[in-house]
């Protein structure tokens, strides 16, 4: 890469050398720039490259995103950027796709492409930043606001009943299902880099905080002085516990459930052991009712299955295999015949 | 029957033992086969040499219930020794399988035109479900016409006895004994039919034999049977035609290679996003088998994923394309504001339907115009090109394919569902008679300062194109408005003046690249002109033709190049007393022509899902000429 342009970023890049020059605009106190600054700080740890990196989004304020990326970036309309990822990464497939949507883009407006995306397991990072809210029209319920929020739109509560997007991904059949907490700065480079080392669709759920209309929607579970105890961090291999190792889950074998049980003198043996690629289990860690239980978060599922474009790119290879794309004989295919002579008609 | 129906054969104008042409249709049930009928019918005709034009026109039930008015298919092929550019205003002969056959078609016939009507299926079930309470082969009410009634289904079974088929499969005979009687009446060879349905049924020689026999046996019939009357030969010259190598050819077909030979000229793979719509989905199916020309498909979940990859995969370096019909062209409306803003090539093709919602899925129309020019939130300029024949989409995508990468814009492609199903003899050209237009990405790193996406062709206007995996071009582009140049969000008032500006006259620039508006016939000026676009033209040009011959001081303009409009078109239009736009919608290009030019442009509207006739046109031209003003 030429050294001269202000683009060039150097091997072992450093994080700063990813943000653009354009004024990141999100409010003051924004989760968004946490996420941001997460993203950033991934990028020179996984070895990324500028110019082989694109982020999609679709709209709202976490779709500002690719502004602030020293990459190619689309920001593109309304709840459609996974479609657009699919023809990028099926145009070529060599590129890194990253996806950024929130809660109404892509689970509203968009929660159709999504469901595909999903199913197909395009390989791009999705990372969905879940603020329960509309943030950019000002304040309205989103599909993922509990119900009972105040809103503009919404003025006596919503009544609908919220979606939840892990289990939303894990029933369209995605393959790679993480959730994490937009402070958690220590957490998020550990999933962005299993998420983008994993070849498929990586669904990577981020709780953030709308400082402006939805602030403290998650303090039950993400602030930090009660850290320990509201949140269960998945690893594979490892026991599912919570709360400094005095907490765990169990599974009731009689009823199929999860339930919480004290752990006596690092008596771990009945706790669970999470098992990232048991979709079952996967199941239940999500569907989990926080209070009762913790939040589940880290990677919850990953059990990798062939990529959309691989399949695609593979049969379009197979098939023109042997054949010569010979425009001439192309169109000369069909019921055909010869005229041989302006004067005599008859073939 | 026979003698009777000999004297009004007689009294009546018809036909001549040796036509310059003759309009045929075939009609019957969904499942008659009456489309594989029609479709073999014509190869024949090509075969012997004649100029065609066809008119498949089937319901939009796959399998409406057997016998019913709704379930009727036809097939209607012109063929001749002349030049043939429509489908013809008026069968002279009608093949009618059923009631229901009968009845819906046998009111287009030609007075004095042939009815074979096969009395097997006018029994009293049939008549019912067709609305008779007598059989009108009965009753005298066919008397306009010659009748030729007699047991198509029972001679079937009878030719293919020796098979051993159950009844249901022999009866599917009918159509290929149909088909035989049909070649000896216009004396035609049946190798080329026998071999085809040897290779269709490889898999299953007896029903190779079966439908061959039932083929030999209608031929066979129409030399023995001592009928008389009705039942002759005619002789149909073949057509002075250029000399060279023809296949048939629908709009459909014609469209897809036209996009594939577009993007080879390109030097670029091909992108197809499309989701399954009547009439545009035989342009996905074609493009689906064609990957060893770098071309991939992608069927999308729905009509906004279709555009929204093909929108993708054009920022990737690919062409885009997207296909569908005015209902699907409505949801992709924002997406297409984005490729407009973005400044990506794509080609957006609308197989024209009627309208509005999802009005007549199978039936023509050419109502999307002001869809295609206007039918966009914001100021939102594309190119619009049409196509006027199914030869001619093959030109038309091409040429569609070079504005959209020359000028980094989003080209809007109308064709209609009469040219998609339309088949018509091509003389195929030779790819290497046209000049390749190779795009040249952009690779080069600024020596210092940034890389501006948006910076232009000072000439064209056209921006830029850059594949992502470019090194040292990293940029962001979207739907919020650009800085002039730069690219990056701008919300400035003179930014955005200047950029809708720079939208426009860079589409606009566009007529500076394409042909002057030709005279399709006539002179350059005088009383009246025709104008016209899209699958009009076969019916406008032979009224058009048809009135000059009457010594009418008549021309015909069909404009391919609808947005923008080519630049001498205002001063051609004005060189004319009077201007008559025929159009199969309320009257869309009339009123472009009357805000573009302020000319009187008088529209005639036909909107019954059926092209237009050659005579309605033709008496639209007496009126116009005969009115004072």
């Known amino acids: ?347 | 029957m026979a003698t009777a129906l000999k004297d009004n054969f007689e009294s009546s104008a018809r036909l001549s033992n040796h036509p310059d042409a003759v309009v045929v249709r075939f009609a019957g049930d969904s499942g008659d086969g009456m489309q594989l009928t029609g479709g073999q019918f014509t190869l024949s005709s090509a075969l012997a040499g004649n100029d065609f034009s066809t008119f498949p026109d089937f319901p939009a039930e796959i399998r409406a219930p057997q016998g019913t008015t709704f379930g009727v298919s036809a097939f209607q092929v012109n063929f001749g020794s002349s030049d043939i550019e429509t489908a013809g205003d008026q069968p002279d002969v009608l093949i009618a399988m059923n009631p229901a056959a009968l009845k819906t078609n046998v009111g287009d016939l030609r007075p004095g035109g042939l009815v074979i009507a096969d009395t097997g299926e006018f029994g009293q079930r049939n008549l019912a479900k067709a609305g008779y309470t007598v059989s009108p082969i009965d009753d005298n009410s066919l008397a306009r016409w010659q009748v030729l009634a007699f047991d198509i289904s029972a001679l079937t079974l009878e030719a293919v006895k020796p098979f051993g088929l159950g009844n249901k499969e022999a009866l599917r005979c009918k159509n290929m004994w149909t088909l035989g009687l049909s070649l000896w009446m216009f004396d035609r060879d049946r190798a080329p039919l026998i071999a085809w349905l040897q290779d269709k049924f490889a898999k299953n020689p007896v029903l190779a034999d079966a439908n061959i026999a039932a083929l030999n046996a209608g031929h066979a019939y129409g030399e023995t049977a001592e009928i008389g009357g009705p039942l002759r030969q005619w002789t149909v010259d073949a057509a002075s035609v250029e000399p060279g190598y023809y296949r048939t050819i629908t709009g459909g077909e014609s469209l897809s290679l036209g996009l594939v030979a577009g993007a080879r000229l390109a030097g670029l793979d091909l992108f197809l996003g499309s989701y399954p719509i009547t009439p545009a989905s035989p342009i996905l199916h074609a493009l689906a088998r064609l990957k060893e020309f770098g071309v991939t498909s992608f069927q999308a979940e729905d009509e906004i994923a279709a555009i929204g990859a093909a929108i993708g995969a054009s920022y990737a370096g690919q062409l885009g394309v997207t296909s569908s019909s005015g209902p699907g062209i409505a949801l992709k409306g924002e997406a297409i504001g984005l490729a407009i803003i973005t400044e990506l090539p794509l080609v957006i093709v609308n197989s024209q339907r009627g309208g509005p919602s999802t009005g007549l899925p199978t039936k023509t129309e050419q109502s999307d115009l002001y869809q295609a020019i206007y039918g966009r939130n914001g100021d939102a300029p594309l190119v619009v090109l049409s196509t006027s024949s199914p030869t001619d989409c093959f030109d038309v995508a091409i040429e569609a394919v070079r504005l959209a990468t020359q000028f980094m814009t989003p080209v809007m492609l109308l064709t209609d569902g009469y040219i998609a199903n339309a088949a018509q003899p091509w003389l195929v050209p030779d790819m290497d008679d046209y000049e390749p237009f190779p795009v040249v990405f952009h690779t080069e790193a600024p020596a210092e300062g940034k890389f501006n996406p948006y910076q232009r062709d000072a000439e064209t206007l056209k921006r830029v194109w850059v594949k992502p995996g470019t090194p040292g071009l990293t940029h962001r582009i979207g739907g919020i408005e650009k800085g002039f140049d730069t690219g990056n969000i701008n919300y400035e008032a003179a930014n955005h003046q200047k950029m809708t500006d720079t939208r426009a006259n860079k589409i606009l620039g566009i007529a500076n690249h394409i042909p002057d508006q030709d005279i399709d016939q006539g002179a350059a000026g005088g009383k009246l002109v025709v104008v016209g676009w899209g699958s009009t033209y076969g019916p406008i040009r032979k009224a058009v033709e048809a009135a000059r011959a009457r010594g009418l001081d008549v021309s015909h303009i069909h404009i391919r190049y609808l947005w923008p409009l080519p630049k001498n078109l205002g001063d051609l239009l004005k060189s004319f007393d009077k201007i008559l736009v025929p159009e199969m919608n309320t009257g869309q290009l009339k009123t472009v022509l009357r805000d573009q030019y302020l000319v009187d442009a008088k529209p005639l509207n036909k909107v019954s899902g059926q092209p237009f006739k050659i005579a309605e046109i033709e008496a639209a031209i007496d009126a116009e000429l005969a009115r004072k003003g």
């Open chain 1, 1 to 347: 890469m030429n050294d001269m342009t202000a683009i060039a970023i150097p091997d072992g890049s450093k994080p700063d050398h990813w943000a653009t020059d354009q004024e990141v605009r999100w409010c003051p106190g924004c989760g968004d720039y946490a996420i941001l600054k997460a993203v950033q700080r991934t990028m020179p740890e996984i070895g990324a490259k500028p110019e082989n990196t694109v982020f999609v989004s679709g709209i709202g304020c976490s779709s500002r995103f690719p502004y602030y990326m020293e990459t190619y970036g689309f920001h593109t309309i309304h709840g459609r950027a996974p479609t657009i990822a699919t023809g990028i990464k099926l145009a070529n497939p060599e590129l890194d796709v990253w996806i950024i949507t929130g809660d109404g883009d892509g689970l509203s407006i968009g929660g159709n492409h999504m469901l595909h995306l999903l199913r197909r397991n395009l390989d791009v990072q999705l990372l969905l930043f879940n603020n329960e809210i509309y943030g950019l029209t000002k304040g309205q319920a989103s599909p993922t606001s509990r119900t009972g929020t105040k809103s503009p739109s919404t003025p006596f509560g919503s009544v609908d009943r919220p979606v939840n997007p892990c289990a939303f991904a894990l029933g369209a059949g995605g393959r790679f299902i993480a959730r994490t907490i937009d402070t958690a700065q220590k957490h998020i480079p550990t999933i962005l880099k299993r998420a983008h080392a994993n070849k498929g669709t990586s669904f990577v759920e981020i709780y953030q905080n709308c400082i402006v209309y939805n602030d403290d929607v998650f303090a039950a579970f993400t602030d930090k002085k009660n850290a320990a105890n509201t949140q269960l961090w998945a690893e594979h291999g490892k026991p599912l516990l919570f709360a400094n190792g005095t907490k765990g889950l169990r599974l009731n074998t009689a009823t199929v459930e999860l339930e919480v049980i004290d752990i006596i003198e690092g008596a771990t043996e009945v706790v669970l052991i999470h098992d990232e690629t048991n979709r079952m289990l996967a199941q239940l860690l999500i569907d989990m009712p926080f209070g009762e239980f913790p939040m589940a978060l880290g990677v919850l599922y990953c059990d990798p299955a062939p990529s959309f474009e691989t399949a695609v790119i593979e049969q379009n290879h197979a098939v023109a295999k042997g054949k010569k794309a010979d425009l001439n004989a192309l169109i000369r295919k069909g019921q055909s015949w010869t005229v041989h002579d302006a004067a005599t008609h008859k073939m």
